[in-house]
């Protein structure tokens, strides 16, 4: 279902401690923001818009670098007018549903954004909320205090959905001198009917340092690793040097293709590709097109990790293997990964290249072709 996304990252996180504000603070590798954003648009955003703190424009930037389908728009001095700034940013129908989310709570997925869609179908405000299981207490320390009941008591988290032009209307008419403490309590106010969806302990928000320690944690659990597997054969023709995973080899033979038909490179663009579920390098590169005649592979390669990254993809590592009798390719392989490492910009230790004879048997040992195969990890939004 088609809907737009403001994500609020305006505030200084006064209670998260020393250091830059919470959504530029990087956890378990991005930064805090990226997070959000990542997970939004991959849980099919047709429109997001990220409300900073003037000023902030270049650390938003370099958060986001990389992602496609965000805009910036600066907030205001409280959290419900940084999100009318945001509503006011958007350029999609006002019957479309909206989600409004805290870029302090990093862990949103793909089926919190369904859930919520779902529950707004017969509702104007639709909120994921957790019962309170904690006995609740009024008092303060070194005083005497009461017990309250929780009965019918739920912990509201976000993103909460609404109908754009509905939480638009509702917050115009929320009173000038209070500060609402959630968008469903503005529709409330308005008359509004909010539904409670299911809310989940990954939707946390950062707010103390200590959260920090325990959203570090947690990250695994808001992340899918995803495994993709790449094969490529060319044939052996007349020819004076072979490309192989991005590195020149003098050699008494070429392969055939109609690129550079570097099948490690091939291989590896493939894997890249499976794991994103993007088809594969016959389908962005057709070999039908002459602008890709003996074109260099790893224009190939870095087109499929950008690709993969635009998803919220981190490459987790690359492994591949050549399958030759010729050339040897050990002498070769330290050059192979440091030129897929540099390709694909990753630390040479997520990078392994190996290689293998048939023992004469089959089209690489009859010294026909060669063949790659390659395997390639990729974390994604869950
Ligand atoms: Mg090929």
Known sequence: MTFAAVIVAGGAGARA????????????????????????????AAELVVVIPAGETDQAAAALRGLEGWTLTPGGATRARSVQAGLAALASPGENPVLVHDAARPFVGRRHVAALLTALADADGAVPALPVSDTLKRGAPDEGVSTVSRDGLWRAQTPQAFRLDGLRRAYAQWPADSEPTDDAGVVERAGGRVVLAAGDPLLMKLTYPEDFAMAEALAGAARLT????????????????????????DHDQTL?????????????TDALLGAVGEGDIGDHFPPTDPRWKGAASDQFLRHAADLARARGGVIVNVDVTLICERPKIKPH?????????????????????????????????????LAAQAVVAVQTPA
């Open 17 to 44: 401690g020393q250091g830059p504000a919470k959504q530029w603070r990087v956890l378990a590798g991005k930064p805090v923001l990226r997070w959000s954003v990542e997970a939004l648009l991959a849980a099919g």
């Open 226 to 249: 995803r495994v993709g597997q790449g094969f490529d054969a060319h044939r052996w023709g007349p020819g004076e040097a072979v490309w192989l995973c991005g590195v020149r080899i």
């Open 256 to 268: 055939i293709g109609h690129s550079d038909a570097d099948a490690g490179l091939h291989a590896v």
């Open 333 to 369: 392989r330290q050059a192979m990964r440091a030129r897929l490492a540099e390709i694909l910009d990753l630390p040479l230790d997520r990078v392994s290249v190996k290689a293998t004879t048939t023992e004469g048997m089959g089209f690489p040992g009859r010294g026909e072709g």
